[in-house]
Each structure stands twice: as structure tokens, then as C-alpha cells.
């Protein structure tokens, strides 16, 4: 079993910029217009050309979230990022299911952004995106046992903390032949619990893997 945690810390808007943007607001205890994330998501617009805001006021938010194809442009913005998570507990066991289904946030969609909250998955690790795409992760908290970080995307982590919680792997990239970059970190930290006592930074999952650690 894996567990994978993401703290992404981020300012909350200020009133003058919510007037600018559409803002939908979702809390677990009805004050809010959506109790859903997944609902909110869904009442966005297609192909928007301006920013919508996706407010989710602190709770446990147990959804396999999907932000379609057609959705761009939109910020989901926690409360806070330690009390407002977003939690699924697949595993690749449950009928056949598989790891590439275990996701419990799931990012077709361009131009998304997820700050001040948490995306919780507690049986299986982060798999990032597809071929092609494109990631940044700045100033998270990401946590697991085995391959927590894995996948064929161009991803760049700056001031994250990457903390290990088994004698395991941190990353299994598989980036695409002649894509230059994989996972790219800058400025981090890595940490491991109590007990563990070698982690490897990465092992190619494909023959073309690149993983860079600068000034970590």
C-alpha cells in the first residue's frame, strides 16, 4: 500500500479579484452552492477564455475527481491546505482495476491550477498525466512508499519537500524518446520517516527516463 499526500500552499483571493472572475463556491456543510467538487467542475463552461475559481471551503472531500477534456482555465483554491482535502482510496487490486485507474484527481483539462488544499490518495502513488503534458509543482509536501512520483510528463518541482516512507524509490519517470526533459527538481527537499535507511531518487521505468536534481 502507498500513500500519497500533496500539500500546495497558495494565497486565497482577495475580493477585488473574485469580482473579475467567476467564482463557484463548494463546502461539505451546504453553505456554499455545490457539495460537491466534481459538481462544480461540471457547471463550468467548455473552453472558457477567462479564469473560473473554484472555491472548496475546509472538509474531507471523498471523490474521484475528474476535470474533463474540455475544461480550461479554472483554479480550485482550498480554504486551507491542511483541512481541505480531496481523498479516494483505490487500489490496482479491486477488480482488476489496474494502477491507471487508482487516481483520485484526474487532470484532462489545460490551464488547471490546485492551490491551498490537499489531493490524498492512500493506496496508490502519483502518476503524472500523459504523454506531452506539461506539470509545475511549487512549495508541496508530496509523500509515498514506492515510485510516489511516476510517469512520461515534463514536470518541474521547485521548493517542494518529497519525503520517502519506505527503503524504496522516490521516481520512476518514462519519458518519451526525444523529449528532453522529464522531472526536473529544483530547490528541494527530501526527507524519509524514522527507520528508513536507503532511498533511491529514481530508476528508469523506460529506457528514455531523465530525472534532474538541482541544488537539492
Not at 35 to 60: L, W
Not at 79 to 106: C, L, P, Q, S, W
Not at 184 to 208: D, E, M
Request: proline content about 3%; overall charge neutral.
Amino acid at each position: 500500500m502507498v500513500l500519497f499526500l500533496l500539500f500546495c500552499s497558495g494565497g486565497t483571493l482577495t475580493c477585488a479579484q473574485q469580482q473579475k472572475q467567476d467564482t463557484l463556491v463548494v463546502s461539505r456543510d451546504g453553505t456554499g452552492k455545490y457539495r460537491d467538487i466534481q459538481e462544480a467542475v461540471e457547471a463550468v463552461r467548455a473552453f472558457m477564455d477567462y479564469t473560473v475559481t473554484i472555491y472548496i471551503k475546509k472538509g474531507i472531500y471523498k471523490e474521484k475527481l475528474v476535470i474533463p477534456s474540455w475544461v480550461k482555465n479554472v483554479q480550485l483554491v482550498g480554504e486551507e491546505a491542511e483541512n481541505t482535502i480531496i481523498t479516494y482510496d483505490d487500489h490496482a487490486n479491486i477488480n482488476k482495476m489496474g494502477t491507471f485507474r487508482t487516481y483520485t484527481v484526474k487532470v484532462e483539462g489545460s490551464d488547471i491550477t490546485f492551490k491551498n488544499l490537499t489531493i490524498e490518495n492512500n493506496a496508490a502513488p502519483i502518476y503524472t498525466g500523459s504523454e506531452g503534458s506539461r506539470l509545475l509543482f511549487t512549495n508541496c509536501y508530496i509523500e509515498g512508499t514506492t515510485d510516489f512520483i511516476f510517469g512520461p510528463s515534463t514536470a518541474l518541482f521547485e521548493y517542494c519537500e518529497l519525503h520517502s516512507k519506505r527503503d524504496s524509490y522516490i521516481t520512476a519517470a518514462s519519458t518519451p524518446k526525444g523529449v528532453e526533459f522529464g522531472y526536473v527538481f529544483k530547490n528541494c527537499r527530501l526527507t524519509a520517516a524514522p527507520g528508513i535507511k536507503k532511498v533511491y531518487l529514481g530508476r528508469p521505468w523506460r529506457p528514455y527516463a531523465a530525472t534532474a536534481f538541482i541544488n537539492c
